[in-house]
Structure formats: C-alpha cells, structure tokens
C-alpha cells in the first residue's frame, strides 16, 4: 500500500517554492502601492475638496478644510452652526474610498477678547494664531496683508474664525504684520480688540528708528498697547554731550533705552541757558554690563556744565574733555572730576581744556514757587555779598540757592543794573532776569495785567547809561473780555445800591468796603472799556461853638422872668443892662467899634493868632484816591479810574459808570 506523505525531496522542494514566491508577492504590492496608491489619495482628496468647496455657499469662502493622509481624511475649519458641520461631516462619510474621516471642525464662536496675532517664526516666515473675523474669509484676510510681506516669505495660518472682530480689523492686522519687518525671529504683534501690542528685538539700529517712527501713528481709532522692543546690539557704543558757541547743548553717539534718552535730555536741559536741546543719539545696546547708563550720563553732562565749548565723549569705556572751560575755576574742576569722580568701569582719556573770555558776560536770577536761584558769574565775592544782600530781604520767605561762579570781564555797572531789577522780580509771581553782557532781559508772569504794563514802562528807565532792558511779563491768568454794554449794566447795578462810608475825620478802609471793591476789581478785569469815575465825601458840618458871652445869655435867658439877687451880684462886674447889650448878637448894619482900647483889648494868657493858616486837606478827594488806589492794587487800569472835580452829593463814596 502506497504512502499517503510524499517523500522528504518533494516537501523540501514546495517549502523552497514558497520562499522564491514571497518576493513575486512583495513585488506586486509595492507595484500596486507605488502605482495604484497615489491615485487613490488623489481621488479623495479631489472628493473631499468637492465637498470643502460645496460650503462656500451662505459664507465668504468654504469653511471646510480638508487634509488627506494615506487614506483618511481630516475636516478642519469652522462650521456656521451644528447643523452645516452634521452636513458636512455627513457628505465626507459618504465618500467611498476614504477609510476613515478625523472630525477637527469647530463652530464660529464670539470671541471676547478678540485677538489676532502675527510671529515672526523664520526670517522668510510668519505664522497667524488666535482668531480673525468670519465675515472676512482666510484667503481674503491675507490678500489684505500681502502688501505688508515679502513675496519670499511662507505663511501658517492656525487663525480660526469668530464674531466680535474690531471695526476696520484688516487695516489694523496689517499695520501689526508691518512692524515684524523691522524685528528678528521671534516677535509677535499681536491686534487685542482696539489695541495692538509688540514685541521682539530689532534687526539694526535703523530698523529700531523706524520701528519708533511707525509706531507713534496707530490706525486710527485704535491705540498702542504693550510696546516691549529691544533696540539692536552694537559692538562701537559710543556717547557724546557737547555744547556749541551759541550755549545749545546737542548729544550724539548711543543710548540705550527710551528711558535713558529721556533722563540725559532732562539733564541736558538744565545745561543749556534754554536753548532747545538737539537730541542725536539712537538707540542701541552694547554698552558693558558694569556701567550703569544714567551714572554715565550725568557724568558727561556735569562736564559739559563747566565749559563754554567743546564737549566730553564716551569712546572704547574711557571719557575724554576738550573744548573751552567757562573760566579758570572750571578747569581744576574737571579735572578733579576725571581723577576721583568717573562712573564706575569708566577710565579716563585725555582732557583738552583752554580758558577764554566769557563772551557774552551772563548771570541770572530766577523766581520760582518755593526759592531764588541766582547763576551765571560775578566780577568778585564783594559783588557776590552785595546781590545777596539786594535779594534777600525781598525774598525772606523763599530759599535763596547762590550758583553764580566768579570771573572776570563783566560789564561796567553790572551791580547796579541788577539791584534795579531784583525788586522788580519781587513784584512777580514767577519769573527771570538774565543779564548777557549790558542787556538785561525780564520774564515772568504778573499776578495783575496793570502791574505787566508797569513793569515794562518803568524797569528800562531805570537802567544804568548803556544798558539795555527787555520787558516779557504777562498776566498770569489772562482773563477773557466781555460785552461792554453788559459790563456797564452790571457795574452800573453793582455800585447803585452801595453805601460805602468812611469814619469820620478818617481816610482808611472799613472792612465793608472789601467785598464791593474787590467785586469791582475784577469786573474792570473783565472789562476793559469800563470807566468808573470815584467821588469821595466830606463829613457832616458841625455847628459853630457859640461865644461865651452867649453861654451867659443864654443861661439868664432860660430863667425869664427872675429878677438877680442884688446881694449876689458883684459891685466889680457891669450891671446886667451892660451885661445885655454885651450880649446882645449884633445887627447887620452893626459897625465895629472904633474905641483903640476896646479892639485891642486881649485876655494875658491868651496866645498870639498866626498871621496865615495852613488850609485843610481836601477830606473828600483824599478818600477817593484811596479808593481809586486800592481798585489799582486789586488789577484795574489806570486808564479804567478817575478821580471825579466835585465831591459826592450824599454821605458816603459815589461811583459813576462812564459812557
């Protein structure tokens, strides 16, 4: 009987044929895969981007988007509503040859805050992140931005759609992509509801200029937010402050934030005899670790500060000075200041310095709300004591700060010009005066516009021969003028109804007159073409003392009808009959009696009558210059008072409003 297994050669030979048809198999499904494979993902995908394109429909673009890896599909985007996304998510299922479909769709929320944001990923590539309007599709959107990106330079766009975008979005998106031109790898601009916000590192120092430029105009209606860029990294950092001919100060070279720019500048500016300072300086970083920038600019500064020209530079960690000193004093002092007083990691370079004459010969003195500060220079200390001395007691309350330097060529009479305007500027409520060589210059701001106009009549007069004064005083408020038919009404209605008296026999103020003439004041303050003429008034008369001799009668008189007692009546008096002619008043027609004796009889103890009289002051015009005078201290114009010929014609002061 035959065996059922076939021999051991024919199993080997069929194990050996299957092993030589495995790469027969292999073969056929690389073929199929290479070949077959791509075709298939291509049909997909042009299947899912028929249904992608089918959603178009209701808004600005599709919102599908689809992805095909290997066999499955992956639905992006953001859907309308629930029911578009069911939708679409329904069609891509129908799909016969996708294996799988990835569900990755989102619906179009409002977003609260709305932010947009553009980084800077690559030199040659930006990504987009956060949301962008839904109304405006993702294609459109960057079609708006192409202007503001290089042609070479790819996109990532992960921003999702959503409501509650700001007005005018694209313009503010642009102006935001527009600003990673000037920055590095790394920066974000970022557009959060109406505020854009950047950041990063600049790619240069010119870029960094731009950057600053572009960023003090934000589209508008919208503002900037967080600004937080680095200035570019520069291996020569240099700083220079120096001063020109004309006393202006310019700075030039490196600083290295916006801070410190701002901080040299205020330092510059007290330097400068207020001329404008011409700032030059861009901003960079390089400057070493160990030396603290403001320590640095107030050094150069303070150098400057000592000379008439020329300037201090910073250049390679050292500080060299070369230019003129303000005088010889100044030299040892920068070079004290070079020796013992350099900023920390700062060496000293070389100090140039020459002394000139001061041209122009300059001093100040300037009234501010709590001290004096006098500048500039003097010829001696004697000088010096002899100014302190003029501005001291006019200024009592304030705190005198003496900055004035001594040295020689100041102008002739310098101590005299200077006494004759200190108590002018007393008189101001701020101001300066600045003498350059023999021309003295006042400024400030006066509490009354009357006082500016005086001041600027009265102060060149006062001059020594050969100077020069210019007068810019102004009021401190300037006060805004009114209708002057309505201002003589209501002056008119002020001074009507008033009853203002002084005391009898007195030419002071009562405290009642205050209210109505401070009232009065400050309406001709208001009113320039308001005249008021001031009648003053006499006091009531009294009557005239009666005689002696009257008195006597008078007494007998009140006792009419009673006879004297001859036993009281003295033998060594006349006889009541004399006593009563005496008495008696004398008629009109009455002539002097011409008995020598009788005119030029006179009591012994009485004194000699002068032969002439000094006349009284004339009471009611003396008041009304009070008056008059006190409207002047309180801001009206001289030429807004006069003085009425007669006196008033009821008791107490009249005020009459001129046409």
Excluded at 154 to 175: E, M, N, Q, V
Excluded at 470 to 498: F, I, M, N, S, Y
Aim: charged share 25%; net charge neutral; hydrophobic share 45%.
């Amino acid at each position: 009987m035959p065996s059922r297994h076939p021999p051991a050669s024919l199993d080997g030979l069929r194990s050996k044929g299957w092993l030589l048809g495995l790469p027969v198999v292999g073969l056929i499904w690389v073929g199929t895969t290479l070949y077959a494979g791509p075709g298939i993902g291509a049909r997909i995908a042009e299947a899912g981007e028929a249904v992608a394109q089918a959603t178009e429909a209701g808004s600005p673009e599709p919102w599908l988007r689809v992805t095909v890896r290997g066999r499955d599909i992956v639905a992006e985007g953001e859907a309308p509503g629930p029911a578009a996304r069911a939708a679409a998510l329904a069609r891509l299922e129908a799909l016969a040859e996708p294996r799988r479909i990835v569900p990755e769709i989102g619906l179009i929320e409002t977003a609260a805050p709305f932010a947009w944001s553009a980084t800077r990923t690559a030199p040659d590539r930006i990504a987009f992140s956060g949301s962008r309007p839904a109304e405006i599709g993702r294609a459109a959107l960057r079609t708006r931005l192409a202007a503001e990106i290089p042609d070479e330079t790819a996109i990532d766009d992960a921003a999702h759609a959503a409501r509650g975008a700001p007005p005018d979005f694209p313009a503010a998106a642009a102006y935001a992509v527009a600003r990673l031109r000037n920055l590095a790898p790394g920066a974000i601009a970022t557009v959060t509801d109406m505020a854009i916000a950047v950041s990063g590192e600049a790619v240069d120092v010119a870029a960094y200029d731009a950057l600053r430029a572009a960023l003090a105009e934000p589209p508008p209606g919208y503002t900037l937010g967080r600004v937080d860029v680095l200035p570019a990294r520069i291996d020569d950092f240099t700083m220079a402050v120096s001063r020109n001919p004309g006393g202006g100060v310019v700075l030039t070279g490196s600083v290295v934030s916006e801070a410190a720019r701002a901080e040299i500048g205020r330092l510059a500016a007290e330097i400068a005899d207020g001329v404008a300072v011409e700032d030059r300086m861009r901003t960079a970083r390089g400057l070493a670790k160990d030396i603290e920038p403001d320590a640095l600019a107030r050094f150069l500064v303070r150098l400057v500060g000592l000379m008439q020209s020329g300037g201090a530079r910073f250049d390679g960690a050292r500080v060299s000075v070369a230019g003129d000193a303000v005088d010889s004093q100044a030299v040892g002092e920068i070079e004290t200041a070079m020796r013992d007083a350099r900023p920390a990691g700062v060496g000293a370079g070389a100090v140039a310095l020459t002394v000139k004459p001061l041209s122009p010969y300059r001093v100040a003195i300037r009234r501010e709300a709590d001290s004096v500060s006098l500048s500039g220079h003097l010829p001696d200390t004697e000088a010096r004591d002899r100014l302190l001395a003029v501005v001291k007691p006019r200024f009592f309350r304030e705190r005198i700060v003496d900055r004035t330097r001594i040295a020689d060529g100041a102008p002739p009479d310098l101590a005299a010009a200077l006494s004759a305007a200190v108590p002018v500027l007393a008189s101001l409520s701020s101001g300066e005066v600045a003498v350059a060589d023999r021309t003295l210059t006042l400024s400030g701001e006066s509490l009354y516009r009357e006082a500016a106009g005086r001041v600027a009549r009265t102060l060149p007069a006062a001059m020594p021969p050969g100077w020069s004064a210019t007068v810019a005083v102004v009021p401190k408020t300037p006060v805004p003028t009114r209708d002057p038919e309505a201002c003589r009404a209501e002056a008119t209605a002020l001074v009507g109804g008033t009853s203002l008296r002084f005391p009898p026999g007195s030419g002071a103020l009562a405290p009642i007159f205050y209210p109505v003439l401070d009232r009065l004041a400050d309406l001709a303050k208001t009113c320039p073409a308001l005249r008021i003429s001031v009648a003053g008034h006499g006091d009531p008369a009294k009557p005239a003392p009666a005689p002696p001799e009257a008195k006597v009668a008078d007494a007998s008189g009140a006792q009419a009808g009673a006879k004297p007692d001859p036993a009281k009546v003295d033998a060594t008096k006349p006889d009541a009959k004399a006593s009563d002619k005496k008495a008696a008043p004398a008629s009109k027609d009455a002539k002097p009696a011409k008995d020598a004796k009788s005119r030029d009889a006179k009591p012994k103890d009485a004194k000699p009558r002068e032969a002439t009289e000094a006349p009284e002051p004339d009471l009611a015009r003396l008041r009304a210059g009070v008056v008059v005078e006190y409207l002047l201290q309180a801001g009206a114009g001289v030429d807004q008072l006069s003085i009425a010929d007669k006196p008033s014609d009821r008791p107490g002061i009249a005020f009459a409003v001129l046409p």
